[in-house]
């Protein structure tokens, strides 16, 4: 009978002990986030997080726990704008989750070998390019959305418009100013230009609007 006891003791000590070792424990408090499962994504779609039923495979990275103390993005940048951006450019960060504030980066790390986008046809080639916060917020998580704008060159006082506002008729480089209820052409110069805007260095007031589609096609 007390060997009985003992085995049974035994058994559920050893039960036990392993169901603990079942129980992973973080060595520090923080926000635990799921790593992508690469073998549950398609070719053309984006691995999806780790869920209850997944199978993972000897030394897959399943969860980890981020150090917020130091918050990094990682923006896409075409190949046309690859080769403008340097080393330690500063950026401002505009996260969705954060409205009422901007966050100051710089750029980090900038990827030496592009990816095809599919997105769109044919599919362009973008490089990956790291900006660390150098202002980090408690409201920061990771995984938020965030748009980025690398300062490339600085001009003072300079008017900026969105590029499809600018059209090219006749040889000349103009703008479409409103005029109470109607729009009047106007020439313009182009100081510089990026691929969602355009700063105008002559032509054009500050404060004027501008029509994004030529009036004159839209009232055909």
Known sequence: MKLKRAKALFD?????????????????????TLSQNYRAGGPNSAAPEFKPGDRAWPGASIAEIPDLSSLRVIVSVDEIDRGKIKLNQTALIHVEAVPDRDFTAYVAEISTLGKPDFSS?????????VLEIRDADPRLRPGMSANARIALNRIDDAIVVPSESVFQKNGKTIVYVRRGSKFEER??????????????????????QVALKDPEATSR
């Open 12 to 32: 559920v000590n050893l039960s036990q002990r392993q169901l603990e070792s079942l129980t992973l424990r973080a060595p520090v408090a923080g926000i635990v």
């Open 121 to 129: 046809w044919p599919p362009p080639r973008n490089f990956d390019v």
């Open 187 to 208: 020439t313009v110069m182009v100081g510089g230009r990026s691929s969602g805007e355009c700063t105008i260095s002559s032509g054009l007031r500050a404060g004027e």
